[in-house]
């Protein structure tokens, strides 16, 4: 060849293999391919063209091409790269540069895929009009040939489909070039661009032009695996062990996407299905996945072809609910309390909540586990239960119960509540009055000393002069402190006898008086005569309630005088009625009910009354 035209930013071979066929002047492609690659049989593969050794061999002396740049700027092979074995890229490549190009799409396991290819190749008519702008025509973009490519990335136009197909192409050596078939266009369905539909569509356009234009080399299926579990590990649909929580999985995953947008793409998921290309993508890695589908999982994580790329090359990918050993030692009985000595974490699950669960022992013998996964740093210095005290912590409280310090003290020192401590010194067969019965010793010889210094005083006024003491006491040896206190003064002086036929006939003197005074003396509010008033009034409200069936009189004067709620609404009714009739000649109905307070429901058992005082 004494020419080859110059290759354009994210344009596809086989749009520069159309130009040169168009600049050639040739109307048959076979001569067209004979120039190309000295084989006329060779056909006008899109996304993985074979003979590329050839065709560098064959371009004009000088020219800058070989088949590495060619596969890796211009071919699909780098859309792939990261989803496939190192083995099989390398194996591609060796495809595409020689003369075994048939096998190229069976490699790739394109026949065996449920994404089945677009039947047109798409252009951006905004793309058009910038190419032509800088380089004086229009190409097919790379990019915007992928399978689940609705819109332009740069451009966030509806991508639109033309008529030129290369799935099923009826002559096989045909080249078409975007120019020669400009006009003639189906415009693809897009979206508003605030839909999350939309969003979707250009995070796959964009992660797909990524995937395309930067060198990502293979990251090893076992990898993406491990990635994708310990994601969804972190956002609980995956257990601690990796076992993916299908149920919760497979319903987040169509909603966060859609039914309509996921049956577009090729892959919508029915809950009820086992087998499906999520099933495949994060088992056990035995079958490639089409790089669309793991655009989509990664999507749904909330992660980007870079983002994925990063934390695979920098080992950020274990799942680590207690984060990364060693861990502390939280016994405080020994000196290395706190100290990162735990190497190892052994991770079970909780039946009940299923989240993970940590155990952690310590060389000492100290097993402590908490439930998990952490939420920050602090996390790791608290413990969910105490699993084995160990020999070090039994030893600590076997000399610190023999020493004069209190039980909360001890429990304080132990990391533990005294109940445990009572409990462990329990299970050693200690004697629990070595730390129990020294404290209670102490304080009853403060007690003793407290009633020898102050003989005068109260159990009360003691009580002051020592809280500790006596709440102690109280709390663990009553017996022993009212044995030991001053005999209460008032108990021992002899009461005069209640003379209760005298106190009743003046209690009810007393009652008679103050129902009289409450019903008709001078106060600015209204008040129901009732026995709590009138017990109040006279001083004597524990006699009416406590001491009524000793006083007959009594009662039947408190019978006589006591008001119900009807009587005295009644009451109250006629005083406003009055009040009103000083002020206004008329009355109404709803003024005599308004001044008297009277609720709705009781508005109809006084309603007789209430009109009888308006009447008259």
């Known amino acids: 060849m004494i020419y080859f035209p110059s290759l354009f930013p994210d344009e596809i071979l086989y749009s520069a293999l159309s130009r040169y066929h168009r600049d050639s002047g040739s109307e048959n492609y076979k001569l067209t391919m004979d120039d190309l690659f000295g084989d006329a049989k060779v056909c006008a593969s899109l996304l993985f063209p074979s003979h590329l050794a050839a065709l560098c061999e064959r371009m004009p002396p000088g020219s800058k091409f070989n088949p590495e740049k060619l596969i890796a700027n211009h071919t699909f092979l780098p859309y792939y790269a990261p989803f496939i074995p190192k083995k099989r890229n390398l194996e591609m490549k060796e495809i595409m540069n020689s003369e075994k190009g048939t096998s190229a799409y069976m490699q790739i396991g394109k026949p065996a895929s449920t994404v089945k290819s677009q039947q047109g190749l798409n252009y951006c008519s905004a793309c058009v009009i910038h190419d032509r702008k800088i380089y004086g025509e229009a190409y097919w973009h790379r990019s915007h040939q992928a ?150 999982v990664l999507g749904f994580l909330g992660e980007t072809m870079e983002s994925m790329t990063n934390q695979i090359l920098d080992y950020k990918i274990s799942y680590e609910p207690f984060g990364k050993g060693p861990w502390p030692c939280l016994n405080k009985a020994v000196n290395h309390y706190k100290d990162l000595v735990i190497s190892a974490c052994e991770i079970t699950r909780c039946s009940k909540t299923g989240q993970p669960v940590g155990t952690f022992s310590c060389s000492c013998g100290f097993v402590y586990s908490r439930k998990g996964p952490d939420q920050s740093n602090n996390d790791r210095f608290k413990i969910g239960r105490i699993k084995n005290f160990g020999q070090e912590w039994n030893e600590k409280l076997r000399i610190i119960s023999q020493q004069d310090i209190s039980l909360r003290e001890m429990s304080r020192k132990l990391g533990c509540d005294p109940k445990t401590v009572i409990s462990r010194l329990s299970d050693s067969k200690k004697v629990i009055s070595s730390a129990v019965d020294q404290e209670s010793m102490r304080y009853k010889e403060d007690w003793v000393k407290l009633i020898s210094n102050n003989g005068a005083l109260s159990v009360t006024e003691l009580r002051k002069l020592n809280e500790a003491a006596y709440s102690w006491l109280y709390r663990h040896d009553r017996k022993w402190l009212h044995e030991h206190s001053p005999v209460n003064k008032k108990s021992i002086i002899n009461r005069e006898r209640i003379k209760w036929e005298e106190r009743d006939h003046q209690t009810a003197k007393e009652i008679q008086l103050t129902a009289n005074e409450i019903l008709y003396g001078k106060s600015d509010k209204l008040i129901r005569v009732t026995k709590t008033e009138i017990g109040r009034r006279i001083g004597k409200l524990p006699l009416l309630f406590k001491m009524l069936h000793k006083l007959p009189e009594t009662a039947k004067q408190l019978n006589t005088v006591l008001e119900s709620v009807e009587e005295f609404q009644k009451r109250r009714i006629v005083l406003k009625a009055v009040e009103l009739k000083n002020t206004n000649t008329i009355i109404k109905s709803w003024e005599l009910i308004r001044a008297s307070g009277l609720r709705e429901k009781f508005i109809g058992i006084h309603r007789d009354v209430i009109d009888d005082l308006i009447a008259t």
Not at 178 to 183: K, Q
Not at 198 to 227: C, H, M, S, V, W
Request: hydrophobic residues 40%; proline residues 4%; aromatic residues 10%.
């Open 147 to 296: 399978e689940g490519i609705f819109i332009c990335h740069y451009h966030n136009n509806a991508l639109i489909r033309s008529n030129v197909s290369h799935a099923n192409q009826r002559n096989k050596h045909e080249f078409v070039s975007l120019e020669s078939i400009l006009g003639d266009e189906v415009l693809h369905y897009c979206d508003s661009i605030q839909t999350q539909s939309f969003k979707i569509r250009k995070y796959i356009a964009e992660q797909t032009y990524l995937l395309l234009n930067n060198p990502f080399n293979p990251l090893g299926l076992d990898k993406i695996n491990r990635f994708y579990v310990t994601k969804l590990q972190r956002i609980g649909l995956a257990n601690h062990s990796g076992r993916i929580r299908w149920a919760d999985l497979i319903p987040a995953f169509n909603r966060f996407f859609g039914i309509e947008l996921l049956m577009e793409l090729q892959s919508h998921i029915e809950p009820s299905q086992e087998a499906t290309w999520l099933h495949k993508l994060l088992r056990k890695p035995r079958v490639t996945c089409h790089p669309l589908r793991h655009l989509l």
